[in-house]
C-alpha cells in the first residue's frame, strides 16, 4: 500500500504565499513522476505542475514564475512553493506520485485566496 498525505494548505491574502508538502510512504521501490493537481469548485482536475525523478520539471502556464516545485528522493516528498497567489488559484490541491505501473493520489489540501 502506497499514501500520500498532503499539508500545508490553508486561507492567504492575494498576493500572499504558501507551502505545500507531500510525503509518500508505504511499499516504495521508486517513484517516477511526482505533481501536483488541483480542482476549484465546478470545474475539472487541473495539472499545476510536476516533476521527475531526474528533476524535470512541468508547469500549468497558469502558475509559471510564480509556483516552484521541488522534491527529495530520499524522503519520498514533493513541495510545491506557491507565491504571488490569486483568487483563481483557489482550489483543493492533490499530491500524485506515479509509482511503477500505478499512480497515486493524496487526499486534497484546500487553499483559500480571500481578503
Known amino acids: 500500500q502506497v499514501q500520500l498525505v498532503e499539508s500545508g494548505g490553508g486561507l492567504v491574502q492575494p498576493g500572499g504565499s504558501l507551502r505545500l508538502s507531500c510525503a509518500a510512504s508505504?511499499?516504495?521501490?521508486?517513484?517516477?513522476?511526482m505533481g501536483w493537481y488541483r480542482q476549484a469548485p465546478g470545474k475539472q482536475r487541473e495539472l499545476v505542475a510536476t516533476i521527475t525523478s531526474g528533476g524535470s520539471t512541468n508547469y500549468a502556464d497558469s502558475v509559471k514564475g510564480r509556483f516552484t516545485i521541488s522534491r527529495d528522493n530520499a524522503k519520498n516528498t514533493v513541495d510545491l512553493q506557491m507565491n504571488s497567489l490569486n483568487s483563481e488559484d483557489t482550489a483543493v490541491y492533490f499530491c500524485?506520485?506515479?509509482?511503477?505501473?500505478?499512480?497515486?493520489w493524496g487526499q486534497g489540501t484546500q487553499v483559500t485566496v480571500s481578503s
Open positions: 500524485y506520485a506515479a509509482i511503477g505501473l500505478h499512480g497515486y
Open positions: 508505504g511499499s516504495i521501490f521508486s517513484i517516477n513522476a
